[in-house]
């Protein structure tokens, strides 16, 4: 890995490389429908209370999930980076801004359907899903730490 100035920022005390918080930010974003499933979990009295709240019905929150697999397995690969990364997980993480660009464009959609629902009442919800939506894309287009993360976990394995 070929450090440069301003890079420790990236790097923790024994080596390894921090996971940018924007990319945790992002991840969470468009993880939300696994993130709601795991609250409506812990929710003893009815499941698909807390689940009504965020999607209108199961159709909705079955597309959350589907969203979501994109982003899960960009999370599964954030949790391999080590202080040794390995081939596969280099290798890997050239589709990782692939990855969040597909996530962020199914995520749209699936924030049509949802505002779509109930068009024309105002909700605080529908409207801070649709500016973390537009927040994503404009970390996506211009976070140079997130391009720098993927930059620097791509050419690990090249020395």
């Not at 969470?28 to 795991?38: D, P």
């Not at 924030?111 to 068009?119: C, E, M, Q, T, V």
């Amino acid at each position: 890995m070929q450090l440069q100035l301003g890079d420790e920022r990236y790097i923790t005390a024994d080596g390894q490389l921090k996971t940018p918080l924007s990319l945790t930010v992002l991840l969470l974003f468009f993880l939300r429908g696994y993130v709601a499933w795991i609250l409506s979990l812990s929710f003893f009295e009815d499941r698909s209370l807390i689940l009504q709240f965020f999607y209108t019905n199961t159709h909705q929150f079955a597309l959350a999930l589907a969203v979501g697999l994109p982003a899960l397995l960009l999370f599964v690969l954030t949790t391999q980076v080590k202080t040794e990364i390995a081939a596969w997980v280099s290798k890997a993480f050239r589709w990782a801004p692939l990855l969040l660009w597909l996530s962020w464009v199914l995520d749209g959609i699936l924030l049509l359907s949802l505002i779509g629902a109930r068009w024309p009442a105002f909700s605080w919800v529908k409207a801070m899903l649709l500016f973390g939506w537009l927040m994503g894309c404009w970390l996506l287009l211009f976070s140079r730490h997130l391009k720098r993360y993927f930059q620097l976990i791509r050419t690990a394995q090249e020395e």
